[in-house]
């Protein structure tokens, strides 16, 4: 069992930038895929960036990429998201998620754990 906690979240304008954080309880973190995904009321959840276990590979829905990074930090048993340029149309809960498999995957099915969300709201 993987418990996952996101921080991080909050209120900004458009233009402006978050760092969300996720801590993961278990010492074998390293071996996890981890991706992000966010949920705006009314929708369905959707892939936001995922990186495999060593960081050398990331993955990136279209609409983020190129102003969010996600990068990872094994010896903290943490994964980040940089977003920077936010937009309101990024308002939403952000999850992070773990998924035993080397495999970097954007489908939600894939993932094994999940935390409980963090809210980002940008207003315009």
């Known amino acids: 069992q993987v418990q996952l906690v996101e921080s991080g979240g909050g209120l900004v304008q458009a233009g402006a930038s978050l760092r969300l954080s996720c801590a993961a309880s278990?010492?074998?973190?390293?071996?996890?895929?981890m991706g992000w995904f966010r949920q705006a009321p009314g929708k369905e959840r959707e892939f936001v960036a995922a990186?495999?276990?060593?960081?050398?590979?990331?993955y990136y829905a279209h609409s983020v990429k190129d102003r969010f990074t996600i990068f990872r930090d094994n010896a903290k048993n943490t994964v980040y998201l940089q977003m920077n340029s936010l937009k309101p149309e990024d308002t939403a809960v952000y999850y992070c998620?773990?998924?035993?498999?080397?495999?970097?995957?954007?489908?939600?099915?894939?993932?094994?754990?999940w935390g409980q969300g963090t809210q980002v709201t940008v207003s315009s």
């Open positions: 998620a773990a998924d035993w498999s080397t495999v970097v995957a954007s489908r939600a099915s894939e993932y094994d754990y």
């Open positions: 278990k010492r074998t973190f390293s071996s996890y895929t």
């Open positions: 990186i495999n276990w060593s960081g050398g590979y990331a």
